[in-house]
């Protein structure tokens, strides 16, 4: 090959690991092609503007089944971004979120964060994670953006809050409830609620509803949700099809299996005030009746018709239950003055 063809050619760096490897090419425009092949598991192909030391950092933390998942997350407009479209956006509308704080608790590894900034660029953002090793690629992609709006913290642990967080008008919590341990949901909740400012807003999705028929989130078994603990903790290690067989109770709680319900949430909080006990928020856009039809527009237009029909079901499901039952659960909750919705289960 000339010296011209040579030098024409893309650069290519392979990351070798013992789950796997990621190939990483140089393309056109600073942008950078990544295909990961995990040991186990099917490869995965992204393209990224992430530096290469950004995209090492998440190979070495997340692995490399997860490094397009990750980097998807955060430069993907039909991920993350697409979901706090759809689930927050019926409730608060953009202006409101002009010159407020919102806090992203639970960021992890910092694509919700990133999410934020570019959707609310006059907020000030604040992400909360409990992992140091997460919290080095959230800093990382900070350092690489560049927002201006953007803060990262360390929680001191699991049921504590740093000291001087300051309050917010928003708490985001997105995919983080169902993985908080119950002993967690009953202290660090009432904690999270007493920063958020009256008038404010706790905003939470992607959820897994705790009596939906199929649990998808963590087990991929039908009818668990039902099963009492021991058993349901029995019936994951024997039947499901993802590695669980050696997970203790606690791991699986961990991993989300028992998700939430509105009441559960409601109730976490703990709030005796009425003035600022939490109310689930009504939908303002005015195409929206209830949380049913927040859930139906976030749907593809395959099988319309079967999921129109769904929809009438969940309607009726909702106002004689008060539980919006769909796969996940999507909450704008209120402390205080925001419209307030009918009563939860």
Same mark, same amino acid.
């Given at each position: 090959?000339?010296?011209?063809?040579?030098?024409?050619?893309?650069?290519?760096? /392979?990351?070798?690991?013992?789950?796997?490897? !990621?190939?990483? =090419?140089?393309? %056109? #425009?600073?942008?950078? *092609?990544?295909?990961? $092949?995990?040991?186990?598991?099917?490869?995965?192909?992204?393209?990224?503007?992430?530096?290469?030391?950004?995209?090492?950092?998440? /190979?070495?933390?997340?692995?490399?089944?997860? !490094?397009?998942? =990750?980097?998807? %997350? #955060?430069?993907?407009? *039909?991920?993350?971004? $697409?979901?706090?479209?759809?689930?927050?956006?019926?409730?608060?509308?953009?202006?409101?979120?002009?010159?407020?704080?919102?806090?992203?608790?639970?960021?992890?590894?910092?694509?919700?964060?990133?999410?934020?900034? %570019?959707?609310?660029?006059?907020?000030?953002?604040?992400?909360?994670?409990?992992?140091?090793?997460?919290?080095?690629?959230?800093?990382?992609?900070?350092?690489?953006?560049?927002?201006?709006?953007?803060?990262?913290?360390?929680?001191?642990?699991?049921?504590?809050?740093?000291?001087?967080?300051?309050?917010?008008?928003?708490?985001?919590?997105?995919?983080?409830?169902?993985?908080?341990?119950?002993?967690?949901?009953?202290?660090?909740?009432?904690?999270?609620?007493?920063?958020?400012?009256?008038?404010?807003?706790?905003?939470?999705?992607?959820?897994?509803?705790?009596?939906?028929?199929?649990?998808?989130?963590?087990?991929?078994?039908?009818?668990?949700?039902?099963?009492?603990?021991?058993?349901?903790?029995?019936?994951?290690?024997?039947?499901?099809?993802?590695?669980?067989?050696?997970?203790?109770?606690?791991?699986?709680?961990?991993?989300?299996?028992?998700?939430?319900?509105?009441?559960?949430?409601?109730?976490?909080?703990?709030?005796?005030?009425?003035?600022?006990?939490?109310?689930?928020?009504?939908?303002?856009?005015?195409?929206?009746?209830?949380?049913?039809?927040?859930?139906?527009?976030?749907?593809?237009?395959?099988?319309?018709?079967?999921?129109?029909?769904?929809?009438?079901?969940?309607?009726?499901?909702?106002?004689?239950?008060?539980?919006?039952?769909?796969?996940?659960?999507?909450?704008?909750?209120?402390?205080?003055?925001?419209?307030?919705?009918?009563?939860?289960?």
């Amino acid at each position: 090959m000339s010296g011209e063809a040579l030098a024409m050619a893309p650069q290519r760096l /392979v990351l070798r690991r013992p789950d796997g490897l !990621v190939e990483i =090419e140089e393309c %056109r #425009d600073s942008m950078r *092609e990544i295909t990961a $092949r995990p040991r186990q598991g099917p490869p995965s192909r992204c393209l990224t503007s992430y530096p290469v030391a950004l995209i090492e950092s998440i /190979v070495e933390v997340k692995g490399v089944a997860w !490094v397009c998942d =990750e980097i998807s %997350r #955060d430069e993907d407009p *039909e991920s993350i971004q $697409r979901f706090f479209e759809n689930d927050f956006l019926p409730y608060v509308s953009p202006p409101e979120f002009e010159g407020k704080r919102i806090l992203d608790f639970g960021c992890g590894s910092g694509s919700s964060t990133m999410v934020l900034a %570019r959707m609310f660029p006059n907020s000030r953002i604040v992400g909360l994670e409990l992992s140091p090793e997460y919290l080095t690629i959230a800093r990382a992609r900070l350092a690489f953006y560049g927002y201006p709006n953007v803060e990262f913290q360390l929680s001191p642990s699991g049921t504590s809050l740093p000291a001087g967080l300051g309050s917010f008008d928003f708490i985001v919590m997105s995919a983080v409830f169902e993985h908080l341990l119950p002993q967690e949901r009953r202290v660090v909740m009432p904690q999270l609620w007493a920063h958020l400012t009256i008038g404010g807003c706790l905003l939470l999705n992607q959820t897994p509803h705790r009596f939906f028929p199929f649990e998808s989130h963590t087990t991929g078994l039908p009818l668990i949700n039902y099963l009492p603990d021991r058993l349901a903790h029995f019936v994951s290690r024997r039947f499901s099809s993802r590695s669980l067989e050696n997970e203790s109770w606690e791991s699986l709680l961990r991993k989300g299996i028992r998700g939430a319900t509105e009441r559960e949430i409601l109730a976490s909080v703990g709030e005796d005030t009425w003035e600022l006990r939490p109310a689930i928020v009504a939908p303002r856009r005015p195409w929206y009746r209830d949380r049913v039809d927040v859930w139906y527009s976030a749907l593809g237009p395959r099988h319309r018709t079967l999921k129109a029909g769904c929809r009438e079901l969940l309607r009726v499901v909702e106002r004689s239950l008060g539980t919006t039952w769909v796969t996940n659960l999507a909450l704008a909750i209120s402390k205080g003055t925001i419209q307030r919705s009918g009563h939860p289960a």
